[in-house]
């Protein structure tokens, strides 16, 4: 009688999906073994030093799935404890890096900008969520370094704009009419937290801030440039 390999089953079954109900486990493979060896033509018994290879090929695909059960185990575990650290954020104010603006009840957040050089001209530029133009700020001479620029939520006309989203972009020259680097950031009070989208965030008003680009955290209250 001819019978297939246990080895050569398990080993297929190894590369099906976790999702497929064809998908042989250890007991399985158990009893697939059992049926081998009682099928086994008697007059031509299966080799030992196949049968061992055969038990150590189950013992090492076990094993593994074992470390891939437990990683898995542990990624769920650590995600936990991320979604857990993260609530601490809600109520500290943060500097991340961004160019967005939120304005909130007709109040809009400063707006944090570095300079790698002194410059003798610092102009923003604010954009709504279309791309289109809103206001700018002349904020003068201003040394290297970081900076608060107060927004005072109005538009080129001197109207108040609406609660939400703007952009900004940093247009900086030193005295010689040379561009200067600059990096924007954002500000704000963190809100709430946000697991949907797969990757925790902060919101900060309406806007969304991945952890991994926050630069500074202070404690509510803290009243200071950054």
């Not at 196949?50 to 185990?73: G, I, K, P, R």
């Not at 107060?150 to 538009?155: L, N, P």
Request: net charge negative; hydrophobic share 35%.
């Amino acid at each position: 009688m001819s019978v297939t390999s246990v080895s050569e089953v398990y080993s297929q079954a190894s590369t099906t999906t976790s999702t497929d109900e064809s998908v042989l486990d250890k007991d399985d493979f158990l009893t697939l073994l059992v049926a081998q060896l009682q099928n086994q033509d008697p007059l031509n018994p299966s080799d030992s030093t196949e049968f061992t290879a055969q038990l150590a090929q189950f013992s090492s695909l076990e094993q593994l799935q074992n470390v891939n059960d437990t990683l898995a185990n542990f990624e769920v575990y650590q995600s936990t404890l991320n979604n857990i650290e993260a609530a601490n954020f809600v109520g500290t104010k943060i500097t991340a890096a961004g160019n967005t603006v939120t304005v909130s009840d007709g109040l809009a957040d400063d707006i944090s900008v570095e300079l790698g050089d002194d410059c003798s001209s610092v102009y923003i530029m604010i954009y709504n969520s279309s791309g289109g133009f809103v206001n700018d700020i002349d904020a003068g001479s201003l040394d290297a370094g970081t900076h608060a620029i107060e927004w005072d939520g109005t538009d080129e006309n001197g109207a108040a704009v609406s609660d939400g989203v703007y952009t900004f972009s940093i247009y900086a020259i030193d005295a010689d009419g040379n561009s200067v680097a600059s990096t924007s950031y954002i500000t704000g009070t963190v809100t709430g937290i946000d697991y949907q989208s797969g990757e925790t965030v902060l919101l900060v008003g309406d806007q969304e801030v991945a952890i991994s680009s926050l630069v500074r955290v202070e404690s509510a209250g803290v009243d200071e440039n950054v």
